[in-house]
């Protein structure tokens, strides 16, 4: 798989503070691939993506197809945990703003934004004002919003870490079945190890002091509910290597 987006010697202070919160560190998004980033709270992983996105300046090498990453850019979408929609406007609306401020055609707008409601299971709430969804329906629009452009890498912030065990399983598949189908590539933190086993191809593993990821894992348990598992030997597996993540973030 070619490298989408390459981190070397990445280091981040914030403004504010003399402490880096990031030191040295080197991790690669490859082409089409789930990176997942786990770890303690505070120990640095908003302030990657941050960094990823072009929110914020990081020092040493930090380059999407080659291009190093300084600013903010459509090419980069970014979903939060609780994402902020318009919420006067429609469904429709908030899926098309962004192609809408990029000057696309109405017809190109309706046929891209109509696809995305299918994929999303919002077809018949294409009108509905967004004031008006569940906090599930409301990150489905967030993520439609940010798939209409197309971006090839998609950020996501602990996206379902609002949602209720049911609608995050949901949420799960969802995630799975538009990477298959749009083909971009996706680096998504959350806290929890069963959803990081379910969406990874890989996972990036920091802990409470080094300052940097330790270790990345692949994972062969990727497409794996493990709520939803009855086969011991696999259940057996998959424990043993959740737990060598929980040991290294524990380090
Ligand atoms: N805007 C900021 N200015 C200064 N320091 C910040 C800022 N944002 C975060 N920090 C500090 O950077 C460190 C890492 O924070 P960050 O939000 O990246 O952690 P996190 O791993 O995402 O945690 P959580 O799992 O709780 O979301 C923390 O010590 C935090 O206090
Ligand atoms: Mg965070």
């Given at each position: 798989?070619?490298?989408l987006v390459?981190a070397?010697?990445?280091?981040?202070?914030?403004?504010?503070?003399?402490?880096?919160?990031?030191?040295?560190?080197?991790f690669?998004i490859?082409?089409?691939e789930i990176f997942v980033l786990?770890?303690?709270?505070?120990?640095?992983k908003s302030t990657i993506l941050q960094a990823l996105a072009g929110f914020i300046?990081a020092?040493?090498?930090l380059?999407m197809?080659?291009?190093?990453i300084?600013t903010p850019d459509w090419q980069r979408g970014v979903v939060f945990q609780?994402s902020?929609?318009?919420?006067?406007?429609?469904?429709?609306?908030?899926?098309?703003?962004?192609?809408?401020?990029?000057?696309?055609?109405?017809?190109?707008?309706?046929?891209?934004?109509?696809?995305?409601?299918?994929?999303?299971?919002?077809?018949?709430?294409?009108?509905?004002?967004?004031?008006?969804?569940?906090?599930?329906?409301?990150q489905?629009?967030a993520i439609?919003r940010v798939l209409?452009n197309?971006s090839p890498l998609l950020l996501m912030d602990e996206p379902f870490?609002?949602?209720?065990?049911?609608?995050?399983?949901?949420?799960?598949?969802?995630i799975?079945?538009i990477w298959?189908?749009?083909?971009t590539s996706i680096f998504m933190i959350t806290?929890?190890?069963?959803?990081?086993?379910?969406c990874g191809?890989?996972?990036a593993?920091?802990?409470?002091?080094?300052?940097?990821?330790?270790?990345?894992?692949?994972?062969?348990?990727?497409?794996?509910?493990?709520?939803?598992?009855?086969?011991?030997?696999?259940?057996?597996?998959?424990?043993?290597?959740?737990?060598?993540?929980?040991?290294?973030?524990?380090?």
């Amino acid at each position: 798989m070619d490298t989408l987006v390459k981190a070397q010697n990445l280091s981040i202070k914030y403004p504010n503070s003399d402490e880096p919160v990031i030191i040295d560190t080197n991790f690669e998004i490859k082409d089409n691939e789930i990176f997942v980033l786990v770890g303690p709270s505070g120990c640095g992983k908003s302030t990657i993506l941050q960094a990823l996105a072009g929110f914020i300046q990081a020092d040493g090498v930090l380059t999407m197809n080659g291009q190093t990453i300084d600013t903010p850019d459509w090419q980069r979408g970014v979903v939060f945990q609780n994402s902020s929609l318009y919420p006067w406007f429609t469904v429709k609306d908030n899926v098309g703003f962004g192609l809408k401020a990029r000057q696309f055609s109405k017809a190109d707008i309706e046929k891209r934004v109509a696809y995305l409601l299918d994929l999303i299971g919002l077809s018949d709430q294409g009108n509905t004002k967004t004031f008006e969804l569940s906090g599930g329906m409301r990150q489905r629009v967030a993520i439609a919003r940010v798939l209409a452009n197309k971006s090839p890498l998609l950020l996501m912030d602990e996206p379902f870490g609002a949602l209720d065990a049911f609608t995050r399983a949901k949420m799960q598949k969802l995630i799975l079945d538009i990477w298959r189908q749009e083909k971009t590539s996706i680096f998504m933190i959350t806290h929890d190890l069963n959803e990081a086993i379910r969406c990874g191809n890989r996972i990036a593993i920091m802990n409470n002091h080094d300052k940097k990821i330790i270790e990345i894992k692949d994972n062969p348990f990727q497409n794996i509910d493990v709520e939803e598992l009855d086969d011991f030997e696999l259940e057996r597996k998959i424990d043993k290597y959740r737990k060598s993540i929980l040991e290294l973030i524990n380090q």
